[in-house]
């Protein structure tokens, strides 16, 4: 078995592993949709025998933490076929992976997880939620209007591309969890309507919400035309929506709740601090279901807290089996110290609360920190506070 990068011409052969889980050979425009999106070079394979039996590759991303935005891996297309699988081959291209990761000088990696169970032996930290709902239009009502001062607009696809992306910008500047979107990003993934997608839906509908001529707000959403005894069953099903202020927020979900016709707004991978349940009369009615959204590595540790905005005086002895370089205690500024710890924890649970979507308080209760000082997880917690949950909206 050997584990190397792919060679020039291995693309379609890198994503077979994992295309093989979604029932079929990636078909030819989807590797060349990858190809735009993604380096080979930083698609890792192993092969066996003149045959690629499994693969892991990743993004360049430029990824928001609190207070900064640091290239990270965003780690996609992982897979080893079935026929291999429990022969330690996911274990040697994490081991590639994340060496070249560190030698490339990125803080971190990012990825969403097919299954919770596979990461956190890397090192990985579950460090995000995100919510799922199901809205009635007829309990859409805000508890009072929403004044934002702008018009809609429907876009075409070419006008979508110089419109929405300066929005999503903004929002991903100071969003922990989000990561700047290139021009091929958006029109090979966020604006490609692919028809595999749409699921009995319609076309993708792109609309932005503009003030004095600047988009403040835009969504991407579906809609699902239906009947049930002459009544309509019609979903609005939102791919992505967001606004650059509050107004602006609630403004564009205004809008998606307002779409007549329809019965239902359906919405995936929502923040977990959305606004909608303080802008709406009837929250409960929102079903909101939660769930694991980012997992996050700190592939240098020192690297990571530096980069972060982090202000007071706490020592943390870091554990890290996986990538021992890590292995240390830190001061907040990301220096290496010889001082006593007041915590001491795995490296997977300092990425649980890096972004600032759990606390220390919470890592307390379930058992996975050691206070070694007293009063040593308020003061980690008061220097980790983020004013907003982290967010990643898309899944890659
Ligand atoms: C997940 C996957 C890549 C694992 O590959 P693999 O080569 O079988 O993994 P390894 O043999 O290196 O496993 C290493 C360890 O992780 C465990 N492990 C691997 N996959 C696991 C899973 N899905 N659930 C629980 N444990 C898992 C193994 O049991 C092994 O544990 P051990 O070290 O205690 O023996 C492979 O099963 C796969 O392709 N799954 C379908 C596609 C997929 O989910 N890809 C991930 C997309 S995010």
């Known amino acids: ?92 291209l994490m081991r590639a992976q994340l060496d070249d990761v560190h030698e490339r000088g990125e803080p971190v990696a990012c990825l969403w997880a097919s299954e919770e169970t596979i990461y956190g032996r890397y090192g990985y930290g579950m460090a995000a939620l995100c919510g799922e709902i199901e809205l009635q239009r007829v309990y859409g009502s805000f508890r009072k209007p929403v004044e934002h001062g702008g018009t809609f607009r429907l876009l075409s696809y070419e006008e979508a591309l110089e419109a929405i992306p300066p929005v999503y910008a903004r929002v ?19 604006l490609h309507d692919s028809e595999a997608r749409r699921d009995g839906a319609g076309e993708m509908v792109r609309v932005v919400l503009e003030r004095d001529g600047e988009g403040i707000a835009y969504a991407l959403y579906r809609l699902k035309m239906g009947f049930e005894a002459g009544s309509s069953t019609g979903e609005v099903r939102v791919l992505e929506a967001m606004g650059v202020s509050p107004e602006a927020t609630a403004g564009i979900w205004r809008f998606l709740l307002d779409v007549d016709w329809m019965d239902s707004v359906q919405a995936e991978i929502l923040p977990v601090d959305h606004p909608l349940f303080l802008l709406l009369e009837h929250p409960r009615r929102l079903r909101f279901r939660l769930a694991d959204s980012l997992w996050l590595r700190l592939v240098n540790v020192g690297a990571a807290l530096s980069a972060r905005s982090l202000e007071g005086d706490v020592a943390l002895e870091v554990g890290d089996a996986f990538c021992p370089w890590n292995d240390a205690r830190y001061s907040l500024d990301g220096s290496k110290t010889m001082e006593d710890s007041d915590l001491r924890l795995d490296v997977a649970d300092l990425a649980t609360v890096y972004l600032g979507g759990f606390t220390f308080a919470q890592l307390q209760r379930a058992g996975r920190v050691e206070e070694l000082t007293e009063g040593a997880i308020a003061r980690a917690d008061a220097a980790f506070w983020t004013d907003r949950a982290p967010w990643c909206p898309e899944i890659f």
Do not use: C, K
Not at 58 to 83: D, K, R, S, Y
């Open 1 to 92: 078995m050997e584990i190397r990068r792919a060679q020039s011409g291995e693309f379609l052969a890198g994503l077979t592993p994992v295309s093989h889980y979604f029932g079929s050979v990636p078909a030819e425009e989807n590797v060349r949709r990858f190809e735009r999106v993604l380096r080979s070079e930083r698609m890792h394979v192993a092969e066996e025998d003149g045959t690629i039996v499994g693969g892991a590759s990743a993004f360049e991303f430029q990824f928001t933490v609190p207070g900064a935005i640091v290239p990270a891996a965003g780690v996609t297309i992982v897979g080893v076929l079935p026929t291999h699988r429990r022969q330690g081959i996911l274990t040697q």
């Open 172 to 190: 991903a500047a100071e969003t922990p969890g989000m990561f700047a979107r290139p021009r091929e990003w958006w029109e090979v993934r966020a």
